[in-house]
């Protein structure tokens, strides 16, 4: 006898992925009605104010519908996606028939597929482990779980298993479905290459090790509409007459915007918060920015003696760690620099511990993850934290937990050619330091004017805890032990 609860749908309902975020955008869904989902399997991929993360479903059931459209902002704690759960009745009942309708007798009768899992288990093929992905199988049917009794595993499916934890996600095609029968095989960051690009992953013929995708064959893909462009613009570079440059510059907006004048972008996700962030942050703590020149040239000198030593081989070493430690140091001699502002309670807090935020820039928008308790660390365990932070925002996969805490921030634009800026606080810090892009310039060195390596820092601080004198320490100490490097030693 079928009862109320076979066919009653569960509600899968928008979590709070970040830390009391209220709000999330679906990007991408993975399933659509009628799919059979397994229990830990990603359903969507959603994007809060600080990050994008894939979520998974806590149940085995067939979808019955979608509530949202993908580009939907949904807030906490309502109703995204409902599953039909029917006891065991989707182990046992073929993917294609949903839980509603499956035989009173399927349901009763586990002992039938407990015999399915034994091929499984003699799996013809075993392809490579890859982050995110688990063990692929040359077969659509899923190999049994630990402590759980054959019967209680289903024979097939029309997804392939998923485990239940965050992180995992699997490589779906634009419907939904394994390509193929098949899912294609690619590491996340390549995964998200092709989503931004716009690439179906199940049409791209791979060329890595064991049929895994590459940054390459995802580029490749795409790399054929391009090709025109240098043909269109061949006759122009050739025949530079005066007549000819009217005739190249004409198409170009057209190619460039479809023939519209103006483009919208939605405000949405990362850069939503943004811009909130930096409003408030701009009208609510009164900036005050100091600036100064220093001759660095010693610094870059060092910079490339540290790529040759052995403590610092494979490490990212750069002149971004050395400000960062001179960073470090200038704030262990005027602690008071490292605070915050609590409104509430009309107190300064000074922290006795540096979070160090790392501006980024991002295709999701500007993100500052930090790295905690930097203050602590050794030259190269700082050297390993930054390469870490740097290559997990590029490849769009920084936590919202990375983000939260910072107590000072260093953002730089000198890898943009700026020379300087007024950087705006990041909420809840009392100081951010901008540093400029460092060239030869002429300067005075030993009583001559000899070409040097010069940069200009900028340091804005919130003026209600951090005041002239104390700015002006910490920037000046900063400049100090760039121009002498040595005071990294003598100051620690």
């Known amino acids: 006898m079928t009862t109320m609860t076979d066919t009653s749908p569960r509600e899968f309902k928008m979590p709070d992925v970040g830390e009391g975020l209220t709000e999330a955008e679906i990007l991408k869904w993975y399933v659509q009605p009628g799919d059979t989902v397994t229990d830990g399997q990603v359903v969507c991929e959603v994007e809060t104010a600080k990050a994008a993360v894939e979520l998974p479903i806590p149940y085995d059931g067939v979808v019955r519908a979608l509530h949202f459209p993908e580009g939907t902002t949904v807030d906490v704690g309502t109703s995204i996606i409902a599953v039909d759960v029917a006891g065991g009745a989707p182990a046992s009942a073929p993917a294609s028939v949903p839980a509603a309708t499956a035989a009173p007798a399927e349901a009763a009768a586990p002992a039938r597929p407990a015999a399915k899992p034994e091929p499984v288990a003699k799996k013809p093929e075993r392809k490579p482990v890859l982050v995110g992905y688990g063990v692929a199988e040359s077969s659509t049917k899923r190999r049994p779980r630990k402590g759980v009794p054959a019967a209680a595993v289903p024979a097939e499916d029309t997804l392939y298993a998923a485990t239940a934890i965050q992180g995992v996600q699997g490589e779906l095609n634009g419907h939904g479905h394994a390509a193929g029968g098949q899912r294609p095989l690619a590491k996340p960051p390549v995964r998200k290459l092709a989503k931004d690009l716009g690439v179906d ?59 519209a004048r103006e483009t919208r972008i939605p405000v949405k996700g990362v850069r939503k918060a943004t811009a909130a ?35 610092l081989a494979g490490l990212r070493v750069n002149p971004l760690l050395l400000i960062a430690k001179a960073l470090l140091v200038a ?114 060195h030993k009583g001559k004017v000899k070409p040097r390596q010069v940069t200009t820092l900028a340091l804005s601080f919130d003026h209600r805890l951090v005041d002239g004198e104390l700015g002006s320490k910490v920037l000046a100490d900063v400049a100090a032990i760039l121009e002498q490097p040595k005071r990294l030693i003598t100051w620690a």
């Open 277 to 311: 962030a930096m409003v408030g942050s701009a009208f609510t703590a009164p900036h005050v920015t100091e600036f100064v020149t220093v001759d660095v040239t010693r610094t870059m000198k060092l910079v490339e003696e540290l790529k040759q030593d052995k403590e």
């Open 201 to 259: 992953l199940a049409t791209i013929t791979p060329s890595g090790p064991d049929g895994v995708i590459t940054r390459e064959d995802v580029h490749a893909a795409v790399a054929p509409p391009k090709a025109p462009e240098p043909v269109a613009q061949a006759p122009v570079a050739q025949a530079p007459v005066t007549q000819a440059a009217p005739a190249a510059s004409a198409p170009a907006p057209v190619a460039s915007y479809d023939g």
């Open 331 to 444: 704030i262990r001699r005027h602690p008071d620099i490292n605070a915050s502002w609590d409104e509430a309670a009309q107190e300064i807090v000074v922290k006795h511990y540096v979070n160090l935020g790392i501006a980024a820039a991002t295709p999701r928008g500007l993100i500052v993850p930090n790295i905690k308790d930097a203050h602590a660390k050794t030259l190269p365990q700082l050297a390993e934290s930054l390469g870490e932070l740097v290559s997990t925002a590029k490849e769009g996969r920084t936590s919202p937990a990375a983000m939260q805490g910072g107590t000072v921030t260093i953002t730089n634009v000198g890898v943009f050619g700026i020379d300087t800026g007024t950087p705006i606080l990041n909420p809840g810090e009392s100081a951010i330091l901008a540093v400029g892009s460092i060239k030869p310039q002429p300067w005075v």
